[in-house]
T-cell receptor, first 116, second 113 residues
Framework: ETGVTQSPTHLIKTRGQQVTLRCSSQSGHNTVSWYQQALGQGPQFIFQYYREEENGRGNFPPRFSGLQFPNYSSELNVNALELDDSALYLC???????????????FGPGTRLTVL | KQEVTQIPAALSVPEGENLVLNCSFTDSAIYNLQWFRQDPGKGLTSLLLIQSSQREQTSGRLNASLDKSSGRSTLYIAASQPGDSATYLCAVRGETGGFKTIFGAGTRLFVKA
């Protein structure tokens, strides 16, 4: 157990809808990162938040957005869903984004999103 | 742009065999490299983290090495067991580009009893 939880476990949406995925980090972990993992591929970095501010972003369009809250919870929001958004969405928490700090990332079990 | 490659893509071995999984990366400016295990449909479990200043890390039957200058890492698994069957992923966190973590596509390992 990593102490990182995600909800829901599975979700089915239709194209064009909006979705919110939730993550609860380990207590004390100020950094949360979100990843998209398509079937048979490695996770792709979406973005990272540190103390409620986005401080890193991968090659994902603006319809992917996030929030991080002071209570170590966070959200990933995806607007105008497309078929290619079907994937496993993973969040990971760590102590901080800076070198010299223990930087092991602890992953949640993921949310499986299917877009029809 | 950082790219991470893992070889082989899949591996099947008999129980008890020692094996090596390979990971290579194109940009040596990294903070750390982390090896993960992923069971089908599940999240990732951290196995070993190697900081850029380190050469290797060990945990039980696992040993990971890092050669930053050549852009290579290996994960050595001793005395493999059927319970080791999973996908093994390596990931590098770079010094540039906002602390992005870049993953390889993984090596699918099957250990036969």
């Amino acid at each position: 157990e990593t102490g990182v939880t995600q909800s829901p476990t599975h979700l089915i949406k239709t194209r064009g809808q909006q979705v919110t995925l939730r993550c609860s980090s380990q207590s004390g972990h100020n950094t949360v990162s979100w990843y998209q993992q398509a079937l048979g591929q490695g996770p792709q970095f979406i973005f990272q938040y540190y103390r409620e501010e986005e401080n890193g972003r991968g090659n994902f369009p603006p319809r992917f957005s996030g929030l991080q809250f002071p209570n170590y919870s966070s959200e990933l929001n995806v607007n105008a869903l497309e078929l290619d958004d079907s994937a496993l969405y993973l969040c990971a928490s760590s102590l901080g984004p800076f070198p010299g700090v223990t930087d092991t990332q602890y992953f949640g079990p993921g949310t499986r999103l299917t877009v029809l | 742009k950082q790219e991470v490659t893992q070889i082989p893509a899949a591996l099947s071995v008999p129980e008890g065999e020692n094996l090596v999984l390979n990971c290579s990366f194109t940009d040596s400016a990294i903070y750390n490299l982390q090896w993960f295990r992923q069971d089908p449909g599940k999240g990732l479990t951290s196995l070993l983290l190697i900081q850029s200043s380190q050469r290797e890390q060990t945990s039980g039957r696992l040993n990971a090495s890092l050669d930053k200058s050549s852009g290579r890492s290996t994960l050595y698994i001793a005395a493999s067991q059927p319970g080791d069957s999973a996908t093994y992923l390596c990931a590098v966190r770079g010094e540039t580009g906002g602390f992005k973590t870049i993953f390889g596509a993984g090596t699918r390992l099957f250990v036969k009893a």
